[in-house]
């Protein structure tokens, strides 16, 4: 029988991305009864995020790889849902989700931009797969109009087919940068050059793991040949330092990084362009289980993930994650997990071939973590006017002034005297460099009271 | 058209029309219509966030900041750091890289706080 919307359900996934999709659609085909939710209107999450329907995008894939991938379980979805196996939630908020008696109860907002009426699921056990956001590390000029994020860019593309400019530079550290530079050259933009800070001559000290992942290798292959193909050039070991113009960017200082990523002096390259596409890998996304108390493990790129045992379990009991929460690794990986935590969600043991491949994705995403993880030499490219904390326009000078006159040695503490990271964004973008300037340490994961804005109305409501 | 010199840069290959990202998926977008931002009217395709819409029109900015008055526009693309705040149809602070473009919008740039009965 169909599930109604009072019934418990054996499972919430939070995430339609690749890995809550891939959960979904194999714990509904082991038999359980699933509510999928998303804050989206529509399945794939970061990675296969498609234009929306009233574009008529006859060609969606043109923007992906693997697409079938998607295309296979997004039809499973399709089936799943006709039979009343899964309830997808589209355009559902999930801001907070509380232990009950008997049950998990996952608490949502509804609408594009979670202004909506409240909802409430109920199920049994919870899949955390909410994916990662961009990490962003403060540079001068990062707040001028045309500069955007390269994810943030790479996702107004597919779901809105735009671009921010016609000659984008692409800058920051990670794989994320190659595929970002292919898709906006494809799109009609000219990318004269993706600035790496890191390197990728990490990735050849570890031949087993690139052996042991031939997908990934053709992956990076593509990217190359399309960036050569669009006349892109890779600069690795550097970084842009300055962008020039007011109310939007018309050109960009590119600047050489030494080992530890600091700038090296009379080595600035003026670059014309009117956008500037940025971002230092990805940050987990783990407000709602840390919560909920799932404890955390730093990465080697510096950023938090949970902790999950190899059955992708979190330490909670009854709450799996999957994805980029366990450390970013990308979708393939995601979907591998997904179904994993599906299979021992339904008490079914996965097979080995499915464990072998998450653990060979995971240690390429230990060996790319490694190679674009940021070093302590960046924050010398800020000036003491570079705001740092976007939304309450903080800059670089009163952080440390906070930390070096006023003794501040955290987060928290320099949040206080300067008010950075408290505002809307919840220290989403400030958070890295924040923690970085006041010499943190110890791991200040993802710290907020909800997972997305409710109103003071909504959790009046709550409180009853 | 204007185009900048592009300094040692090795040029593609061969020199084609340059695609557009519609040309890329093979878009057929249904009709477009009307939006207006600050009172100029602008034209958004079905389906598109308003500030997607506002991209399209070649529109970067569409808010001020509280303290410097700096302009602001789409930034992390995906909801999560509340750049891209516009008021839409006389309600501040809406998410313009979430909020689908609908016929007859009305987007005004956001100065400061909008309004202040903020939530968290
Ligand atoms: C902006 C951006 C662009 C990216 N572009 C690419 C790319 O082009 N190529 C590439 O290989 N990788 C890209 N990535 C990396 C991407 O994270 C992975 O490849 C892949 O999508 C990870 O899958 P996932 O299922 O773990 O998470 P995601 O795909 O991130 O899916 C998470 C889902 O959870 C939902 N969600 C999160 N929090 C909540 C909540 N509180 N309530 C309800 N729903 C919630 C989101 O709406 C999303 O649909 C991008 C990442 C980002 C942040
Ligand atoms: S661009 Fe970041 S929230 Fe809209």
Known sequence: MPISPSDTHDLAVIGAGPAGLAAAVTAADLGLTVALVDAAARPGGQFYRQPAAGLGAARPQALHHSWGAFARRAGRLAAHRTAGRIRYLAEHHVWAVTREAAHWAVHAVRGPDGAGARAEVAARTVLLATGAYERQLPFPGWTVPGVVGAGGAQAMLKAGLV????????????????????????????????????????????????????????????????????????????????VHGTDRVEAVTLTRLDRDWRPVAGSGLRIPCDALAVGHGLVPQLDLATALGCATRRTPDGTAALVLDGRQRTTVDGVWAAGETGGVGGAELALCEGELAAHDIAGRAPGGVLLRHRDRLRRFAGVMAAAHAPRAGWSDWLRSDTEVCRCEEVTAGRVREAVGDLGARDTRTVKLLTRAGMGWCQGRMCGPAVAHLAGETALEAGRRLLACPVTLGELAREER | MHRPPEPRMKRPRARRPRPTPADLVQAAPGPEFEITLDGRALSALPGQSIAAALWAAGVLSWRTTRRGGRARGAFCGIGSCFDCLATVNGTPNQRACLVPARPGDAIITQEGHGRADLTV
Do not use: D, M, Q
């Not at chain 1, 053709?218 to 070991?237: F, N, P, Q, S």
């Open chain 1, 163 to 242: 671009v921010p400019g016609r000659r984008i530079v692409v800058a920051g550290s990670g794989p994320l940068l190659l595929a970002v530079a292919g898709s906006l050259a494809a799109a009609g933009a000219t990318v004269p050059v993706v600035v790496e800070a890191g390197g990728y001559a990490g990735y050849a000290r570890a031949p087993r793991t690139l052996a042991a992942n031939p997908r990934k290798l053709v992956e990076g292959i593509g990217h190359a040949a399309a960036l050569r193909r669009y006349g892109v050039r890779l600069r690795t070991r550097s970084a842009i330092t300055a």
